[in-house]
């Protein structure tokens, strides 16, 4: 297998895992860790495709990412009683996934467009999407709403994949410089608790104040 499609089972798997995770904090049943490992697994790449018009979607074409899902979420299902701190270790393997899925879909932008522009983009909704998705299904505040940095772990990730591939850098090395970068924003701002700076705006009103 190629190096791409490799860091591709690893991010739908990581995700996967966080999926399977949530719907354990949530003590849903095996249909629901089913459910959320497939949504989180491939969220990020299914909304990839569809931007970049690349119909059908990856697990259409290649039906063995939702067995990997469903293999992790029944491994989760068994075994996620055992873990001292499902939500530490959803996050920590959501840095993990974020880093693998920034790169690779920086790596199809690149692909299917040239483009630098739209590799990070495409980059960025990979890697965060699932996670979205996932928290959205579980009610959970949105890895989105963190104040740690995340989107930016995925941008700086992208960027630096597609930087050091326009070098005319061999592939395995821009991904692995890729990958690298964003693990040690995200890793570093879960670790340290980096942000980034706010405005500082008054609290927004409730919309019965309003009126």
């Given amino acids: 297998m190629s190096l791409l499609l490799y860091l ?3 991010g739908v798997a990581l995700f996967a895992a966080t999926g399977a995770l949530a719907a354990s904090r949530k003590q849903l049943d095996i249909i629901g860790f089913l459910f959320f490992s497939i949504v989180t697994g491939t969220g ?5 495709d569809i931007v970049l018009g690349r119909l059908p979607v990856f697990w259409v074409i290649n039906p063995s990412y939702i067995l990997i899902c469903c293999a992790i979420g029944l491994a989760v299902f068994f075994t996620a009683h055992l873990l001292e701190s499902r939500y530490k270790l959803l996050i920590w393997l959501d840095a993990i996934g974020l880093s693998a899925y920034c790169v690779m879909g920086a ?3 690149m692909a299917a467009t040239g483009s630098a522009t739209i590799a990070i983009v495409t980059g960025v909704l990979t890697a965060t999407f699932g996670g979205v998705l996932r928290d959205l299904l579980a009610s ?12 930016t772990a995925a941008v ?3 960027c630096v994949f597609t930087g050091v591939y326009a070098l005319s850098a061999p592939l395995y090395l ?7 970068a964003a693990f040690l924003v995200r890793g570093g701002a ?3 608790g980096w942000t980034l700076p706010t405005p500082n705006h008054k609290a927004g009103r409730h919309p019965d104040d309003v009126l």
Avoid: N
């Avoid at 990020?44 to 990839?48: A, D, F």
């Fill in 8 to 10: 591709d089972y690893a």
């Fill in 44 to 48: 990020g790449g299914t909304v990839r």
């Fill in 107 to 109: 790596a199809k932008g």
């Fill in 140 to 151: 959970e505040p949105s890895v989105l709403l963190r104040p740690e940095i995340y989107i």
């Fill in 156 to 158: 700086i990730g992208s």
């Fill in 174 to 180: 821009a991904s692995a410089g890729g990958v690298l």
């Fill in 190 to 192: 879960l670790y340290f």
